[in-house]
C-alpha cells in the first residue's frame, strides 16, 4: 500500500471548536499537495468532507468547523472528566477515480484526554489503525462519529488537537505522481566476429519466435555455407546471433571471439552485454569456463588464456571465471557454466550432469562459432542443446554482413522481451 495525507485540521481556541482548515481540492492532477480540504460542494476535490450533523459545519472557504459547545442543550458546554460520543457528526467521501483505505488519526499530547475519529455505528471502533482501515470505493462515503474524554483539563483554555486523514492506494494503482520509469539507457552495439545463428529446435527451419530470439544481425547480412555440411539459409527472416531459451536459463551465442583479447573491439558493449546475460542466468559466483572437449579458446592461466581481460572484468562484477577439464565433477561448486564449441563430445553422463545441473537453477552459456573448417563442433553442441530441451539448435554456416566481413556489429536487439540485456554499464577501459 502507498499511503498519503489527503487531510489535516487542528483544533484552536478551546477543545469546544474544531476546524479543519483545506488548502485546496486534492484530485489526480494536484499530487504534490499534502493536505487539503474542498468538501462536498466541490466536485472535483479528491475526498470530500460532507456535514451529517448541526456539530459539523462549511463555510466559503472550504473549511469544516466541529463545535460542541453546547451538548447539553442548555450552553453548559464539554466540562471536566466527561466523555462524549457524537455519532455521524461528518462523512469521509471518495470523489476520485480509485478505491481507497482510508484512515484517520488525532494528536493529543496538548492535554490529558482522548480525541478520536469512529465510524458511525462502532462507538469502540477506531480509524487510526490500517489494519482496520475503511475501503471506500468511488463515490462511497463512511459517516464519521467523534469521540471527547476531557480528562482534568481547564477546557476554556486554548488547544491544539492535530487530525490526519489519509488515504492508502494499491500497489499498482495509478497515482498521479508514480510515473513510469525512465528506460534504462542501452548499449550502442554488439561485435561478432566469425559467427554462427541458431535455428528451430527442429533443426530445419528458421529461428523467428521472439520470445526466444535476442539479438539478430541487420536485415541485409547472409549467411551460408561453403565447407561441409547443410546449413539453413535466412532468406525471410532477421538471422538470430543470440537466443535464450523461453524456461531454462541458457543461452546460446554466435561467437565467443568477440571476447577474445586480441579480437575483441570492448568499445562495441560486447562485454556489457555478455555480463548482463551472466546476471539474468547466473546472477553471480563461480562459473565453470569448459576445456575438457579439446576447446581451443581457453582461460587457463599457462599463458595461453585468450579472454583473460573478460575473465578480470567479471571478477570486478561478482564472478569467479574458473577453468575446468572435469565439468561433471566440478559442477557441484558452480553456479554457472560456458561452453564454446567443442570438438570432442560430451559423453552421456556429461550431459545428463549438465542437464541436472540447469534442472536445480544452473545457468549456461554456450558459445558457438562459425562453420569454417568443419561441423563436428555444431554438431556436438546440439547434442547439448538436445539433451536440454531447448528451444533453439545451432546452425552449420558462418554470417557476414553485406560488405562481405566476418567482423561487423548490430544494434538489433529484442529490447521488448529482452531490456534489460542491453543495459549500458561500465565495461572494459
Excluded: C
Excluded at 76 to 104: L, P, Y
Excluded at 257 to 285: K, Y
Amino acid at each position: 500500500m502507498r499511503r498519503r495525507t489527503l487531510i489535516t485540521g487542528a483544533a484552536a481556541g478551546g477543545i469546544g471548536g474544531i476546524t479543519l482548515i483545506g488548502t485546496g481540492a486534492f484530485d489526480t492532477a494536484s499530487a504534490e499537495r499534502t493536505a487539503t480540504v474542498n468538501f462536498a460542494d466541490d466536485e472535483d476535490a479528491y475526498l470530500g468532507l460532507v456535514s451529517k450533523s448541526a456539530y459539523a459545519t462549511t463555510d466559503g472557504d472550504g473549511e469544516l468547523a466541529l463545535a460542541f459547545g453546547d451538548v447539553s442543550g442548555v450552553g453548559d458546554g464539554i466540562g471536566r472528566n466527561s466523555q462524549f460520543f457524537f455519532d455521524e457528526v461528518f462523512a469521509i467521501a471518495n470523489q476520485g477515480t480509485e478505491t481507497v483505505s482510508i484512515t484517520a488519526t488525532s494528536d493529543t499530547d496538548a492535554f490529558d484526554g482522548e480525541f478520536r475519529l469512529y465510524p458511525t455505528g462502532d462507538r469502540d471502533g477506531v480509524l487510526d489503525d490500517p489494519d482496520n482501515a475503511v475501503v471506500l470505493e468511488t463515490g462511497d462515503e463512511q459517516s464519521v462519529g467523534t469521540y471527547v474524554e476531557t480528562g482534568d483539563v481547564d477546557v476554556t483554555e486554548d488547544l491544539d488537537i492535530d487530525i490526519t486523514i489519509e488515504a492508502a492506494f494499491e500497489e499498482g494503482d495509478d497515482e498521479p505522481d508514480d510515473p513510469a520509469p525512465e528506460p534504462p539507457e542501452t548499449i550502442d552495439s554488439i561485435q561478432f566476429y566469425s559467427a554462427a545463428s541458431q535455428i528451430a529446435a527442429d533443426g530445419e527451419s528458421e529461428l523467428t519466435d521472439d520470445s526466444v530470439v535476442t539479438v539478430t544481425a541487420s536485415d541485409t547480412a547472409v549467411n551460408f555455407n561453403d565447407f561441409e555440411g547443410d546449413p539453413v539459409v535466412y532468406e525471410e527472416n532477421p538471422i538470430p546471433l543470440v537466443s535464450v531459451d523461453g524456461s531454462r536459463p541458457v543461452a546460446g551465442l554466435g561467437t565467443m571471439q568477440s571476447l577474445e583479447n586480441e579480437r575483441s573491439d570492448f568499445a562495441t558493449g560486447v562485454e556489457e552485454f555478455v555480463l548482463n546475460l551472466m546476471d539474468d542466468l547466473v546472477g553471480s559466483g563461480t562459473v565453470l569456463w569448459d576445456e575438457g572437449h579439446g576447446q581451443f579458446w581457453t582461460i587457463s592461466d599457462d599463458g595461453s588464456n585468450s579472454f583473460s581481460q573478460f575473465v578480470t572484468y567479471a571478477g570486478e562484477n561478482g564472478y569467479s571465471l574458473e577453468a575446468t577439464e572435469d565439468l561433471e565433477s566440478d559442477l557441484s561448486g558452480a553456479d554457472g557454466v560456458a561452453i564454446s564449441t567443442p570438438p570432442d563430445s560430451f559423453t552421456d553422463d556429461e550431459l545428463t550432469a549438465l542437464d541436472d545441473f540447469v534442472s536445480d537453477g544452473g545457468g549456461v552459456l554456450i558459445f558457438d562459432q562459425s562453420a569454417f573448417q568443419n561441423n563436428d563442433q555444431t554438431e556436438n553442441l546440439n547434442d547439448i542443446a538436445e539433451q536440454l530441451d531447448l528451444d533453439f539448435r545451432f546452425n552449420i554456416d558462418q554470417v557476414e554482413d553485406p560488405s562481405g566481413t566476418f567482423d561487423f556489429t548490430t544494434s538489433e536487439f529484442n529490447t521488448d522481451d529482452f531490456g534489460g540485456l542491453f543495459a549500458d554499464r561500465e565495461g572494459i577501459q
